[in-house]
């Protein structure tokens, strides 16, 4: 049974920084591709970064968050993480991890997310 879960989010200033945790378990980690997505109040899903799964590397993020948000895996914990700096009230939402490359869809698996909330 493929089990992804969220942890990390909380209330932060304007500034600010967090550092969200994405536990998987139920599948090989290592090998497949992971991803970030939020939703913000009244919002539909957006994508923020995925992380390419196998031997190398490959990253990206949505030029909303690039130069303020890393997303990085430890996969001897098979452990997904999104470190956020510069915290702006824009990024509030609730924050998915998911076992895809990319924003999930229909079919693909992701976890019950994390809230962020971002103010003075």
């Known amino acids: 049974e493929v089990q992804l879960v969220e942890s990390g989010g909380g209330l932060v200033q304007p500034g600010g920084s967090l550092r969200l945790s994405c536990a998987a378990s139920?599948?090989?980690?290592?090998?497949?591709?992971m991803s970030w997505v939020r939703q913000a109040p009244g919002k539909g899903l957006e994508w923020v970064s995925s992380?390419?799964?196998?031997?190398?590397?490959?990253?990206y993020y949505a030029d909303s968050v690039k130069g303020r948000f890393t997303i990085s895996r430890d996969n001897a914990k098979n452990t997904l993480y999104l470190q956020m700096n510069s915290l702006k009230p824009e990024d509030t939402a609730v924050y998915y991890c998911?076992?895809?490359?990319?924003?999930?869809?229909?079919?693909?698996?992701w976890g019950q997310g994390t809230q962020v909330t971002v103010s003075s």
């Open positions: 139920g599948f090989t980690f290592s090998s497949n591709s």
């Open positions: 998911a076992k895809k490359w990319g924003i999930p869809r229909s079919g693909d698996y």
């Open positions: 992380i390419s799964g196998g031997g190398g590397t490959t990253i």
